[in-house]
C-alpha cells in the first residue's frame, strides 16, 4: 500500500495516534501487517499485508483512524511478488 499524508501531518494526527497504533498493533498480532509507516519527509505511507484479498486490505486502511480522519488523503494497493 502506497498512500499520502495531509498538509501537517505530524501535528493533526495527535488526537488519533494512540487509536491508529493500538490497531496496528493488533493487525500486526494477527499477522495481516508485515510493515507500515511514513516516508522521511512524512509525506507518505507504506506498507505490506499478508492478506487474502484487497478488499481485506481496503477494510483495514478505511478502518484506521488515520483515514477516516484525514491524515491519510489517499492510497493505492499493488500486490506484490517477493522475489527476495
Same mark, same amino acid.
Given at each position: 500500500?502506497? *498512500?499520502?499524508?495531509? =498538509? !501537517? $501531518?505530524?501535528?493533526? &494526527?495527535?488526537? #488519533? &495516534? =494512540? $487509536?491508529?497504533? $493500538? *490497531?496496528?498493533?493488533?493487525?500486526? $498480532?494477527?499477522?495481516?501487517?508485515?510493515?507500515? *509507516?511514513? @516516508? @522521511?519527509?512524512?509525506?507518505?505511507?507504506?506498507? @505490506? #499485508? =499478508?492478506?487474502?484479498? =484487497?478488499?481485506?486490505? &481496503?477494510?483495514?486502511?478505511?478502518?484506521?483512524? #488515520?483515514?477516516? !480522519?484525514?491524515?491519510? @488523503?489517499? #492510497?493505492?494497493?499493488?500486490?506484490? !511478488?517477493?522475489?527476495?
Amino acid at each position: 500500500m502506497w *498512500g499520502s499524508y495531509c =498538509e !501537517n $501531518a505530524l501535528e493533526k &494526527r495527535t488526537p #488519533y &495516534r =494512540e $487509536a491508529h497504533l $493500538a *490497531g496496528l498493533t493488533q493487525q500486526k $498480532a494477527s499477522g495481516l501487517l508485515t510493515a507500515l *509507516g511514513p @516516508t @522521511t519527509d512524512n509525506t507518505k505511507v507504506f506498507g @505490506t #499485508y =499478508e492478506a487474502d484479498s =484487497e478488499s481485506t486490505v &481496503r477494510q483495514l486502511i478505511e478502518s484506521d483512524p #488515520y483515514w477516516q !480522519n484525514g491524515i491519510w @488523503t489517499d #492510497y493505492s494497493i499493488y500486490e506484490w !511478488n517477493q522475489v527476495f
